[in-house]
């Protein structure tokens, strides 16, 4: 099984500062099996990135995504209130199909 | 639109049998996709179960797989999810969702399911 690790396990940082969150996996990954999430408080998580860096429909261009082998990277441009909230890499395949990081908090310094 | 919305009791006692079902709406169930239960321990990461097709095709995670099944019913465009001999550790919000190549890409807004006597 592929092991996802997340760094850093908290991000504090102010709102406009830039976010860099990272995903490391236990073994080299096609880029195109790797997803982030966003999840707020009490809700779902929200498919944000796919393929590693193709943006989900509706999400903003403040969002990007990149990387690739065993090392990628979500990054929020300028953050806003509303991106405060714990992020999740996923990787596919082949068994199980679906693994996940264990998340970065995003917390408003 | 698609909606998925999970249903099913939310207290089991231990060793007992966890059932829940998804009712999809805005999507067919034999529209090609796969579709999937996640589940998330408070304070947890995400941790995915199964996934099964319309055909009745089944995907398992092997760390759970002697205790999870996942069945289809086409005319009700719903999936159901079974978790036997349950303990405190499967105590979690679970969450349906439909799988695209390589993502879940519409999530139900989760129900959270405790094992307790």
């Known amino acids: 099984e592929i092991v996802l690790t997340q760094s850093p396990g908290t991000l504090s940082l102010s709102p406009g500062e830039r976010a860099t969150l990272s995903c490391t996996t236990s073994q080299s990954v096609s880029s195109t099996y790797l997803a982030w999430y966003q999840q707020k408080p009490g809700q779902a998580p929200r498919l944000l990135i796919y393929?590693?860096?193709s943006r989900a429909a509706g999400i903003s261009d403040r969002f990007s995504g990149s990387g690739s082998g065993t090392d990628f990277t979500l990054t929020i441009s300028r953050l806003e209130p509303e991106d405060f909230a714990v992020y999740h890499c996923?990787?596919?395949?082949?068994?199980?199909?679906?693994?996940f990081g264990q998340g970065t908090r995003l917390e408003i310094k | 639109q698609v909606q998925l919305q999970e249903s099913g009791p939310g207290l089991v006692k231990p060793s007992g049998t966890l059932s829940l079902t998804c009712a999809v709406s805005g999507d067919s169930i034999s529209s090609g996709n796969w579709w999937s239960w996640v589940r998330q321990p408070p304070g947890k990461g995400l941790e995915w179960l199964g996934e099964i097709y319309s055909s009745g095709t089944t995907n398992y995670n092997p760390s759970l797989k002697s205790r999870v099944t996942i069945s289809v019913d086409q005319s009700k465009n719903q999936f159901s999810l079974k978790v036997t001999s349950v303990t405190a550790a499967d105590t979690a919000v679970y969450y349906c969702?439909?799988?695209?190549?390589?993502?879940?890409?519409?999530w139900g807004q989760g129900t959270l399911v405790t094992v307790s006597s």
């Open positions: 393929g590693a860096s």
């Open positions: 996923q990787q596919y395949g082949p068994s199980p199909m679906y693994t």
């Open positions: 969702a439909r799988a695209v190549p390589f993502n879940l890409n519409q």
